[in-house]
């Protein structure tokens, strides 16, 4: 058996080494690689074109969907929702945004974010095709140089896109009246551009209204343009007569802004953007206050009934001013009242405007000038402005017969020389008629008229017998003479009885029961109704300006 087994493990042939083969793959294998190699070359070009992950905070996600809302800039997709949450206070609520690669110039700390949806407000419809199509977060691209991934949206869509050529303007006024975001501003009844925002002051007692004037109206804003307020319908009832002005139909609804530059300014430079401005509550209070003001007191010893604050100061009919405050005061020393009266008066007016007052009234010594037409008799007076409404106004005139005075320079403010009012004049012409035919006898001129025509009546009688029993033979220059005479006295006859009855005509006028006398003091009742219902209608309308449109709204 040894030897056997030692036989057969001869016969077993030698193992040889093969040489070492290189790698090779099979051909199974290469569809999973290419696959693969696509894969890693869409991850990578994925990663390369990746846009930028932003948050943005709303108050609320009315409209906001994952995977569906879109981002919007001009109306071009530039990213997707992809993510909402809930604030840790709950106070708002977290948007997680994709933005494509292109748009990754627009995240800049300015840009603003708000979410597109219908919207009606003022006379402004906006986002209607987001009925059908959703709602979508638009994008207005801002202009600073700073990055930013986290931003607040808003909750308004932005009055202006900041792309927009124009600047916007800064204004203070105490009452915001009827103005709101999109309310137009007007330069010449010309729509230039609209209001921005409104906001209170912080210390609550005004209002700072910002407006955008778009290019090229910004450059007639100067820093002396004055801006009023344009809402509505203004309506003035003064001295004048009644005054309706309105910008246009969309000032009526959304209110507005007017602003004007004066002539002697358009060649300034224009205003700087953010520039502040007062805005004020109407047009002509916005020109009084462009020009300079003096004060000036007034003092009348008449009645000043009809005056009131805001009534108009006249040189021969052209406004110089305004009444500001009107008092009552004793003098204690005559136990009898005065009314100071005081105003502001605008001194540029008296000046030649061809000397460009503006500019030149700083070089002017207006105190000389007044000084000068006081001492050749300018005054003020108490004047009637209007019949109709009854409103009177302080009248500056020159009057050459006035006694002797001057401006109280010393008192503050100086005090200006007055003559009495000319309906005060009127008065006491007529009283002054009134007492002299009061003091006439009447009575006794027409028992005079009657003892004279019983007279004369007797002495024609007298005189017709005389003819009658004249002798035929009486010459016919006689009989001539006689008749003569007996004509005289009957013509004389005839003028007594037309006196006496003129006599008896102004007695009965002038009695306190005569009928001419009722009609006259019933005609100044009707008078008098008709402008205090005129006042009460201009004190309504003052109040409710809507009643215009509306009309009179009924009492609940």
Same mark, same amino acid.
């Given at each position: 058996?040894?030897?056997?087994?030692?036989?057969?493990?001869?016969?077993?042939?030698?193992?040889?080494?093969?040489?070492?083969?290189?790698?090779s793959?099979?051909?199974?294998?290469?569809?999973?690689?290419?696959?693969?190699?696509?894969?890693?070359?869409?991850?990578? &070009?994925?990663?390369?074109?990746?846009?930028e992950?932003?948050?943005? &905070?709303?108050?609320?996600?009315?409209?906001? %969907?994952?995977?569906?809302?879109?981002?919007?800039?001009?109306?071009?997709?530039?990213?997707?929702v992809?993510?909402?949450?809930i604030?840790?206070?709950?106070?708002?609520?977290?948007?997680?945004?994709?933005?494509?690669?292109?748009?990754?110039?627009?995240?800049?700390?300015?840009?603003?974010?708000?979410?597109?949806? /219908?919207?009606?407000?003022?006379?402004?419809?906006?986002?209607?095709?987001?009925?059908?199509?959703?709602?979508?977060?638009?994008?207005?691209?801002?202009?600073?140089?700073?990055?930013?991934?986290?931003?607040?949206g808003?909750?308004?869509?932005?009055?202006?896109?900041?792309?927009?050529?124009?600047?916007?303007?800064?204004?203070?006024?105490?009452?915001?009246?009827?103005?709101?975001?999109?309310?137009?501003?007007?330069?010449?009844?010309?729509q230039?551009?609209?209001?921005?925002?409104?906001?209170?002051?912080?210390?609550? $007692?005004?209002?700072?209204? &910002?407006?955008?004037?778009?290019?090229?109206?910004?450059?007639?804003?100067?820093?002396?343009?004055?801006?009023?307020?344009?809402?509505?319908?203004?309506?003035?009832?003064?001295?004048?007569?009644?005054?309706?002005?309105?910008?246009?139909?969309?000032?009526?609804?959304?209110?507005?802004?007017?602003?004007?530059?004066? %002539?002697?300014?358009?060649?300034?430079?224009?205003?700087?953007?953010?520039?502040?401005?007062?805005?004020?509550?109407?047009?002509?209070?916005?020109?009084?206050?462009?020009?300079?003001?003096?004060?000036?007191?007034?003092?009348?010893? %008449?009645?000043?009934? @009809?005056? &009131?604050?805001?009534a108009?100061?006249?040189?021969?009919?052209?406004?110089?001013?305004?009444?500001?405050r009107?008092?009552?005061? *004793?003098?204690?020393?005559?136990?009898?009242?005065?009314i100071?009266?005081?105003?502001?008066?605008?001194?540029?007016?008296?000046?030649?405007?061809?000397?460009?007052?503006? $500019?030149?009234?700083?070089?002017?010594?207006?105190?000389?000038?007044?000084?000068?037409?006081?001492?050749?008799?300018?005054? /003020?007076?108490?004047?009637?402005?209007?019949?109709?409404?009854?409103?009177?106004?302080?009248?500056?005139?020159?009057?050459?017969?006035?006694?002797?005075?001057?401006?109280?320079?010393s008192?503050?403010?100086?005090?200006?020389?007055?003559?009495? @009012?000319?309906?005060e004049?009127?008065?006491?012409?007529?009283?002054?008629?009134?007492?002299?035919?009061?003091?006439?006898?009447?009575?006794?001129?027409?028992?005079?008229?009657?003892?004279?025509?019983?007279?004369?009546?007797?002495?024609?009688?007298?005189?017709?017998?005389?003819?009658?029993?004249?002798?035929?033979?009486?010459?016919?220059?006689?009989?001539?003479?006689?008749?003569e005479?007996?004509?005289?006295?009957?013509?004389?006859? $005839?003028?007594? *009885?037309?006196?006496?009855?003129?006599?008896?005509? /102004?007695?009965?006028?002038?009695?306190?029961?005569?009928?001419?006398?009722?009609?006259?003091?019933?005609?100044?009742?009707?008078?008098?109704?008709?402008?205090h219902?005129?006042?009460?209608?201009?004190?309504?309308?003052?109040?409710?300006?809507? /009643?215009?449109?509306?009309?009179?709204q009924?009492?609940?």
């Amino acid at each position: 058996m040894t030897i056997q087994n030692k036989t057969d493990s001869s016969k077993i042939p030698d193992a040889v080494s093969e040489p070492r083969r290189r790698f090779s793959i099979q051909l199974v294998w290469i569809i999973p690689i290419i696959a693969a190699l696509i894969a890693l070359s869409l991850a990578v &070009t994925s990663y390369i074109d990746r846009g930028e992950t932003i948050t943005i &905070t709303f108050k609320s996600g009315d409209g906001l %969907e994952v995977g569906k809302t879109k981002l919007k800039y001009k109306d071009v997709d530039i990213g997707e929702v992809k993510g909402l949450a809930i604030a840790k206070d709950r106070s708002h609520i977290i948007v997680t945004a994709e933005l494509s690669k292109d748009a990754k110039a627009l995240l800049v700390k300015d840009t603003r974010f708000w979410v597109v949806r /219908a919207r009606i407000t003022g006379g402004n419809v906006s986002g209607l095709s987001t009925l059908i199509a959703g709602s979508y977060i638009g994008v207005d691209a801002g202009v600073s140089t700073e990055r930013m991934n986290e931003f607040a949206g808003l909750e308004t869509p932005p009055a202006i896109s900041q792309d927009i050529p124009g600047r916007q303007f800064v204004m203070h006024t105490d009452d915001v009246g009827s103005l709101d975001t999109s309310s137009p501003v007007f330069y010449h009844r010309i729509q230039v551009g609209q209001v921005v925002s409104t906001e209170l002051d912080h210390d609550g $007692k005004g209002v700072t209204v &910002t407006a955008f004037i778009r290019s090229p109206f910004d450059k007639y804003v100067k820093p002396n343009s004055i801006f009023w307020h344009a809402s509505g319908v203004d309506l003035t009832l003064n001295a004048s007569g009644v005054k309706i002005n309105t910008e246009s139909i969309v000032s009526i609804l959304l209110g507005g802004i007017s602003f004007q530059t004066l %002539e002697d300014n358009l060649d300034d430079p224009p205003a700087p953007s953010n520039s502040v401005f007062t805005l004020f509550p109407g047009k002509d209070e916005a020109f009084k206050h462009s020009e300079v003001v003096e004060t000036y007191l007034i003092v009348f010893k %008449e009645s000043v009934r @009809g005056l &009131t604050v805001g009534a108009t100061v006249e040189l021969r009919g052209v406004p110089v001013g305004e009444v500001t405050r009107i008092n009552i005061a *004793l003098d204690s020393r005559k136990s009898d009242f005065y009314i100071p009266v005081e105003i502001q008066l605008y001194p540029e007016r008296l000046h030649d405007h061809n000397l460009k007052a503006l $500019k030149k009234y700083k070089q002017m010594d207006t105190r000389r000038l007044l000084d000068s037409l006081v001492a050749h008799g300018l005054r /003020a007076e108490v004047k009637s402005g209007n019949l109709l409404t009854g409103q009177m106004v302080v009248a500056l005139d020159i009057f050459p017969k006035a006694s002797a005075a001057k401006i109280d320079w010393s008192a503050t403010p100086p005090v200006f020389p007055t003559v009495s @009012g000319s309906m005060e004049q009127l008065q006491k012409k007529l009283i002054s008629i009134v007492e002299k035919i009061e003091r006439m006898p009447i009575e006794e001129i027409a028992v005079d008229a009657r003892k004279s025509l019983n007279s004369l009546d007797a002495t024609l009688k007298s005189a017709d017998k005389l003819l009658k029993n004249v002798d035929a033979a009486i010459v016919p220059e006689a009989r001539s003479v006689l008749v003569e005479a007996k004509q005289s006295l009957e013509e004389m006859r $005839k003028t007594l *009885l037309e006196a006496q009855k003129t006599i008896g005509g /102004a007695g009965k006028l002038l009695a306190t029961d005569a009928p001419l006398q009722i009609d006259i003091r019933e005609s100044l009742r009707e008078v008098s109704r008709a402008a205090h219902s005129l006042r009460i209608l201009g004190e309504y309308l003052e109040q409710h300006p809507e /009643a215009l449109i509306r009309g009179k709204q009924e009492d609940n």
